[in-house]
């Protein structure tokens, strides 16, 4: 039985629901449900039970709780005797990340790891996705994380997470109260654009194309590499754009920012870990992925 299945099987229990599990592992339903599924196949017998508040453990199921807990908790010790006999000095990592990643959802992972594992010297560096691939590709950064998968020599990703792209308008008229937008609101309300180079406009472009639009068919009335500037751009009421959820959903708590979904278009992003191809990994950078892979083990700001 894989570790994976049996972190999210805990989180289940926890939360008692599906889809709040889902949100919360940055999985979709039908993936949590068919690894309970998985689960409930493999030991044969039926681990939750539904009901009107949610899901609860059955007798079987809070066996399986209680043992999956003391795995999970036992290999978190091995990793830890792993590093007092393997690492006479303190190991180190460098983590490159995109702005959306780097500067709104790695920052209380990375603390977080570093109350686990707090002898392991973790430096965060962020660029744009291009940038960061250059950086894997010379060898300067131990591993990147960036929105969409890599094509690039020399380089493989895999993905960790999932996140998706909102429109995001100031919180005012005609915004307040709508349910969905038209795609062609796109080409006609100014819009501030990411910068070449990044995740988030490479994303943008692909999904554009999905509906026949292009960058040069929406009314772009500025081009900016700050998500910040793009932020406060939009909250003063100067257009309108398109943002990693992670990087707004503080704006959007508080009612700073609105998101809009858009009428036959939902814009899914997965996260993507890229490494070195021929590059043999350190541990640590390989507990690092697992760990920020983990929905219970991360904690996004």
């Known amino acids: 039985m894989r570790l994976s299945y049996l972190e999210i099987f805990c989180v289940v229990a926890q939360v008692k629901s599906f889809s709040r599990a889902a949100k919360l592992l940055y999985l979709t339903q039908p993936t949590v449900s068919s690894q309970i599924q998985y689960m ?48 006479t000095n303190n190991p180190s990592l460098v983590v490159g990340a995109s702005s959306s990643m780097g500067n709104y959802a790695l ?116 081009e900016m590499s700050s998500i910040d500037a793009i932020k406060s751009a939009v909250e003063s009421g100067l257009g309108v754009s398109m943002l990693s959820r992670l990087a707004v959903q503080k704006e959007i708590i508080k009612g700073m920012l609105v998101a809009l979904p858009i009428e036959n278009l939902s814009i899914k992003t997965d996260i993507h870990v890229v490494l070195r191809e021929e590059k043999q990994q350190p541990s640590i950078a390989t507990r690092f992925i697992r760990f920020i892979a983990a929905p219970e083990e991360r904690s996004f700001c």
């Open 40 to 87: 409930e196949n493999f030991y044969g017998t039926q681990l939750f039970e539904r009901t009107t508040q949610g899901v609860v453990l059955t007798e079987a199921g809070k066996v399986v709780h209680e043992y999956a807990k003391r795995l999970l908790d036992l290999h978190d010790e091995m990793e830890k005797q792993l590093d007092r006999v393997v690492h």
């Open 107 to 222: 920052p209380c992972s990375i603390y977080t790891f570093k109350e686990k594992f707090p002898e392991v010297d973790v430096k965060l560096e962020i660029a744009n996705t291009e940038e960061i691939i250059r950086r894997v590709t010379g060898d300067s950064i131990d591993l990147g994380i960036v929105e969409g998968p890599v094509e690039a020599p020399g380089l493989v990703s895999h993905k960790i997470f999932a996140d998706e792209m909102v429109l995001i308008a100031p919180p005012q008229e005609p915004w307040l109260g709508i349910e969905y937008v038209p795609v062609d609101i796109l080409k006609k309300e100014p819009f501030i654009l990411r910068e070449q180079g990044s995740g988030t406009r490479r994303v943008l472009e692909r999904s554009l194309a999905l509906v026949g639009l292009r960058i040069r068919d929406l009314n772009v009335a500025a």
